[in-house]
């Protein structure tokens, strides 16, 4: 029995946090969605587990992304989901390699890069965490639990550039706040976000949990449909016949830089899904359904602000039409 | 394949028509629910004049006419063709198991959207039905060709296995594309879980005339599908003709197979169940298992549907996933009531 509690004493210790005496030198502990993990105190090398997550807000950060999971074109291109939109930046114009799809990851590609750190999220794979562990510090940050504004503070302080994320982060709520002013009383505005694929079979309503635009919308206390905020999860897809039940002063989509999802294309497709989309909602024949560019639901800061610039364009620097029956 | 009495088995053919008129009936109450109830509850009047008078204005008319109505019509014709499909397919392989997914049909339509749609970028998801429809009937003849050059020939054994391999290596082909391009594959999410959703009285104006003639194909040949099921040598013996019959059957279901794909996706459990469900009323007797299939299955994706749409507000199922959790458990009864 006296190996037994020896096993369980190691296995114990083997998870209990980690302290600043507990990490060798150049490294200090952090918190992540596993516990206590060291990492180095400024890391050089970092890859990113998911590229539109992890490896955007990393690098418009600033900090030194070598490797990031990616996706891959019909041509077999690898590319970085949000990348040009959002920062004008991919594979192909970055020194970012290549290390797999977030959820079919390059383990011998990530390290041949010779990471100090390696970043994931509650996406990855448990098992690969561990084999990740031996290459370098892994953590996981789990974007759902944290939501947008937790993530980017994680992602900055594992990096090593909270100070740089403070500071913008500082700028944008002062914009927020006039944002705010310019509006009046926001919560008397009622908006819906709504995301509909180009082939309009599928539209899908957010409570939450849409990037950049559902922490804006949130941050400036815009109030939804009854039936929207009565959603258990943070999202739903949505019957066609209950269109009705999304009418707001403002319904938010989005369309993308993709050959298929151009506004036009999107707009279509919401036609198709609900014939009488437009004529049904107060909404659209106000012209207060507005899609967005795709960063917008991105999650990144630049997302953010971008979201910040559009929302006050269409809110508040013009004459809208409240909704009808308000 | 095990030959049930069937409940009617030993009735008379007018009570069988009188039966099939009933099951007609029911179909008719059925379409009426499915138009007149849905996730937005709609009052009688309003229906009553949405049909009669439609102001083109009126959302709640719209929802008639543009989303209860097309998918009425479209679960009829998908339920009828899916199901007289199956049927067909288990009497000329003596497989009770066999369903249109045998020949690797379902497989080869939800392939060829895939790969279409990773060639050729998200765009061609508009010309899925089609894509599919093409799908179905290359891998048919594929599996035909495959199991021709076996030895033996296109034996129902042959065709089986070369269809489950088929199908299975199909299956792998897709999971790659998806792992190789996740945004193609979101486009197309719906359509692989077999959805009436989003389609069209013009799709299904292309795909019901071919449908309607191959059912009215497989009517014909139903008789002779009796004989088939004995064993070649009965059929032979009663003067048929087995590979011709064999040919004509297998057009009549990929026929009725890739049109139903191309309207509503790979949609499993229809085909394999209903006709079991026929039988079990019927008995062995095709000329009345392949009506009977095409009424049940009508009636049965009629009522699918409609909860597919009803069950869980503001939602709505895919009919595929709804299909699957009735007619599994259903399967499940019927196989221990055969047994008893």
């Known amino acids: ?326 | 394949m095990t030959q049930a009495a069937g409940l009617l088995a030993r009735r008379s053919g007018s009570l069988m028509a009188l039966l099939l008129m009933a099951l007609a009936g029911a179909i008719c109450l059925l379409f009426a629910l499915h138009i007149a109830v849905g996730a937005k509850p709609l009052p009688l009047g309003t229906v009553i004049e949405a049909l009669l008078a439609r102001d083109p204005k009126a959302f709640d008319h719209s929802i008639i006419w543009d989303l209860r109505l097309p998918r009425a019509l479209i679960a009829i014709t998908v339920g009828a063709a899916l199901a007289v499909s199956g049927a067909l397919m288990q009497g000329v392989t003596r497989n009770p198991l066999a369903d249109p997914g045998l020949l690797g049909l379902m497989a080869g339509a939800s392939f060829a959207v895939v790969m279409t749609s990773l060639v050729f970028g998200p765009a061609m998801t508009n010309w899925a039905p089609w894509i599919a429809a093409l799908g179905a009937f290359v891998t048919a003849l594929a599996v035909y060709a495959v199991a021709h050059w076996t030895p033996g020939g296109p034996t129902p054994l042959t065709l089986t296995l070369t269809g489950a391999v088929i199908s299975a290596f199909l299956a792998a082909l897709v999971s790659i594309v998806h792992l190789l391009n996740e945004d193609s594959f979101d486009n197309l999410r719906v359509w692989l879980s077999g959805s009436l959703s989003g389609r069209s009285l013009e799709t299904l104006g292309v795909t019901a005339p071919p449908i309607i003639v191959a059912l009215l194909l497989g009517l014909a040949l139903a008789p002779r599908v009796t004989a088939l099921a004995m064993g070649d040598d009965v059929a032979k013996g009663l003067g048929i003709k087995t590979g011709q019959l064999k040919l004509q059957l297998l057009v009549v279901v990929v026929v009725l197979t890739s049109s139903a794909v191309a309207l509503a996706g790979p949609l499993g459990f229809v085909g394999l169940v209903i006709p079991h469900v026929a039988r079990l009323l019927v008995g062995s007797d095709y000329r009345w298992i392949v009506p009977f299939s095409a009424l049940i299955g009508a009636a049965f994706l009629l009522g699918t549907d409609t909860l597919a749409r009803i069950a869980i507000p503001p939602r709505e199922i895919s009919t595929g996933i709804i299909t699957a959790m009735v007619g599994a458990p259903v399967f499940i009864q019927l196989v221990r009531m055969r047994a008893r």
């Open chain 1, 1 to 326: 029995m006296r190996w037994l509690w020896l096993v369980l004493l190691i296995a114990a210790g083997s998870v209990a946090p980690a302290t600043a005496e507990d990490c060798a030198a150049g490294l200090r502990p952090f918190s992540d969605a596993r516990g206590v993990a060291c990492i180095p105190e400024q890391p050089q090398r970092i890859v990113a587990l998911n590229d539109q997550i992890v490896a955007l807000p990393l690098y418009e950060l600033g900090a030194p992304v070598v490797g990031s999971a990616g996706r891959v074109q019909a041509d077999g291109t690898v590319y970085l989901r949000g990348g040009m939109d959002t920062l004008g930046i991919d594979f192909a114009n970055t020194d970012i390699t290549y290390v797999g799809g977030f959820d079919a990851l390059d383990i011998e590609a990530i390290a041949s890069l010779q990471p100090d750190l390696i970043i994931g999220g509650s996406y990855t794979d448990a098992a690969q965490i561990e084999q990740l562990q031996l290459i370098a510090p892994t953590i996981v940050i789990d974007n759902g639990a944290l939501g947008l504004v937790g993530t980017l503070r994680a992602l900055a302080d594992a990096s090593g550039r909270s100070g740089d994320f403070e500071a913008r982060y500082q700028r944008y709520l002062g914009n927020l706040e006039r944002t705010k002013s310019y509006i009046g009383d926001p919560s008397k505005l009622s908006a819906t976000l709504t995301f509909m694929f180009p082939n309009g079979e599928d539209l899908w309503v957010y409570r939450a949990g849409l990037g950049a635009i559902s922490q804006l919308l949130s941050d400036l206390g815009v109030s939804q449909p009854r039936a929207v905020a009565a959603l258990p999860d943070t999202q739903a897809s949505w019957s066609p016949e209950l269109i009705q039940q999304l009418d707001a002063d403002f319904i938010f989509g989005f369309y993308r830089q993709q050959p298929d999802a151009t506004p036009q294309a999107v707009r279509d497709a919401y036609e198709h899904f609900a014939p009488g989309w437009c004529e049904a909602l107060s909404a659209c024949r106000n012209g207060q359904f507005i899609l967005l560019p795709g960063p917008t639901f991105g999650s990144t800061m630049t997302g953010l602000e971008l979201a910040l610039d559009l929302v006050e364009t269409h809110i508040a620097a013009r004459a809208y039409t409240p909704r009808e029956g308000e």
